[in-house]
């Protein structure tokens, strides 16, 4: 009778997911509602794997690509201009060479002292814009301080501003046009996309109000689209209450570059949770120096979500597939 019991009680409807959760034995695990003395239950919590989800796109697009060459047209190029010899901005320059190299695309690295002026990143992206062997390409930021980033980002070609920060290619982002998605929102969409998760209607907070990732975060998540249709809420520094806001979300992005921001208690049974932040922390034990530290204390929020991404193989992967697809999408166009 019992285990018939356990049986029954096994699963239980998540209405903030629609799935259902798995009853679990093990005492420690959070409790749900009561159900007397039967048992706890936990929901089950699943990883979002932006490792194997940008794989298949990279997959997805080796195809492309060799179709393209089949037809005896060129591979996509894509361009990556690094200013001064920061960690982070190498490392990231290096994957999407990389990730390059991986699809069969051709890629160049033109790197410039931090001394470069203004004038001469100037003169480098208009050479960029008017060399035809390329079909795209990116300034990788930050830059140095004296350099105006947004006057180098008005100076690309929106046609090949395969970031999409432009103001032509964020305009048609608004507009609902077809545009260059900046990477990152487009690769968390692609990973919602692909794990089927139901987005309508949900109550989705935006930890964050970036250029880059934030604001076309919120447009995108509000658009009448699947995945979108979710009601919006952006959130920042300045916002009141943001615990108590943050814990109504059904959905919650994290891009506020601040490390383990985001505690158990800001997160709603059930949730998912995307976490964008990466920052680098020094940790001796690792060959590096270092360790990428999340906006999201994981260990302690994951087994409150129906879905979480993790600060590696989360969203990094699936932002650096979409360079990819936005840089096929620039040659296709030519
Ligand atoms: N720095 C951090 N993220 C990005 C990005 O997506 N594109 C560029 N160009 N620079 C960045």
Not at 33 to 38: F, V
Not at 132 to 135: E, G
């Given at each position: 009778m019992l285990a018939e019991l356990e049986l029954i009680w096994s699963l239980v409807y998540h209405r903030a997911t629609s799935k259902y959760a798995i009853l679990s034995e093990a005492p420690h695990a959070h409790s749900g509602?009561?159900?007397?003395?039967?048992k706890h239950w936990k929901i089950t919590m699943q990883l979002l794997d932006g490792k194997a989800c940008s794989a298949k796109i990279r997959q997805e697009i080796a195809k492309t690509v060799s179709e393209i060459k089949a037809s005896g047209q060129r591979a996509p190029h894509l361009a990556a201009v690094l200013v001064g010899n920061d960690g982070a901005s190498q490392n990231y320059v290096a994957f999407k060479v990389k990730d390059c190299a991986e699809v069969d695309f051709e890629s160049t690295t033109i790197r410039l002292e931090d001394t470069i002026s203004e004038q001469e990143l100037l003169a480098k992206v208009n050479e960029l814009n008017n060399n035809?062997?390329?079909?795209g390409f990116i300034v990788q930021l930050p830059l140095p301080k004296h350099i105006d980033e947004n006057k180098i980002i008005l100076a690309i070609n929106p046609a090949k501003d395969v970031d999409g920060f432009c103001p032509e290619n964020v305009g048609r982002l608004n507009l609902g046009l077809p545009t260059f998605i900046s990477a990152t929102p487009n690769g968390i969409m692609e990973l919602l996309k692909r794990y089927e998760i139901d987005t309508e209607g949900k109550h989705c907070v935006i930890l964050g109000r970036s250029n880059i990732v934030g604001t076309p975060m919120a447009v995108l998540m509000s658009r009448n689209t699947n995945p979108g249709n979710a009601t919006v809420t952006i959130a920042h520094s300045r916002t009141k209450s943001l615990a108590a806001l943050c814990s109504t979300a059904d959905i919650l992005i994290v891009a506020i570059g601040k490390t383990e921001f985001v505690t158990a208690d800001m997160v709603k049974e059930g949730a998912v949770v995307i976490d964008v932040g990466q920052t680098r922390v020094p940790d001796d034990s690792k060959k590096s120096g270092f360790r990428n530290v999340g906006d999201v204390d994981f260990e302690n929020v994951k087994n409150k979500c129906s879905y979480i991404t993790y600060v590696t193989g989360g969203v990094g992967p699936m932002t650096r597939a979409s360079l990819l697809q936005n840089t096929l999408k620039a040659n296709l166009r030519r």
């Open positions: 509602p009561e159900m007397g003395s039967l035809d062997a390329i079909d």
